[in-house]
T-cell receptor, first 110, second 115 residues
């Protein structure tokens, strides 16, 4: 199908690691992105990975890409209450058009 | 660097009325996008502009939605007439250009409620 799929909910305790998973559809996607959306706000670009990479690390964020399985994940180390938000993965197609998943709502419990 | 600006932030209208949304992208960003985000879903692309030309409007319901970017900077999105199912957040985004890999930068959105 043409849907980018994510699990809808994830709950973790403060200080633990969070792993948010995503399955995308277009094997020709050049870039894959992670966005964060807090209540009442637009989407904030968190990080992205180029399709010829397997992993990218950016401070507390680690992105893993498995092109064979079209699987993308975002790991947040030492998760804080301020990380509570909805996280969207997105694939690119056509001319930098983006297709988003439905979002994973991350809840961080103190 | 100023971000993507949108107005109004909230709008409530009755069905069959008209509404317009405004977007000012990040300075220097040639590509501008309008998305519709229905509650509980990810954003869905409505239209993409490259400067003042339309690149992709395949998912824009053209019988009621229209958009323009006359001078290649600001853009307006209009709905005429509105339906109940148009209730959503309308997000504007901009990027340096297609295929840049820098992603799209989003404004705060306009929350539209159609009653």
């Amino acid at each position: 199908g043409e849907d980018v799929e994510q699990s809808l909910f994830l709950s973790v305790r403060e200080g633990d690691s969070s792993v948010i998973n995503c399955t995308y559809t277009d094997s020709s996607s050049t870039y894959l992105y992670w966005y964060k959306q807090e209540p009442g706000a637009g989407l904030q670009l968190l990080t992205y990975i180029f399709s010829n990479m397997d992993m990218k690390q950016d401070q507390r964020l680690t992105v893993l890409l498995n092109k064979k399985d079209k699987h993308l994940s975002l790991r947040i180390a030492d998760t804080q209450t301020g990380d509570s938000a909805i996280y969207f993965c997105a694939e690119t197609y056509n001319n930098n058009d983006m297709r988003f998943g439905a979002g994973t709502r991350l809840t961080v419990k103190p | 660097e100023a971000g993507v600006a949108q107005s109004p932030r909230y709008k409530i209208i009755e069905k069959r009325q008209s509404v317009a949304f405004w977007c000012n992208p990040i300075s220097g960003h040639a590509t501008l996008y309008w998305y519709q985000q229905i509650l509980g879903q990810g954003p869905k692309l409505l239209i993409q502009f490259q400067n003042n030309g339309v690149v992709d409007d395949s998912q824009l319901p053209k019988d009621r939605f229209s958009a323009e970017r006359l001078k290649g900077v600001d853009s307006t999105l209009k709905i005429q007439p509105a339906k109940l199912e148009d209730s959503a957040v309308y997000l504007c985004a901009s990027s340096l250009g297609p295929g840049t890999g820098f992603g799209q930068y989003f404004g705060p959105g306009t929350r539209l409620t159609v009653t």
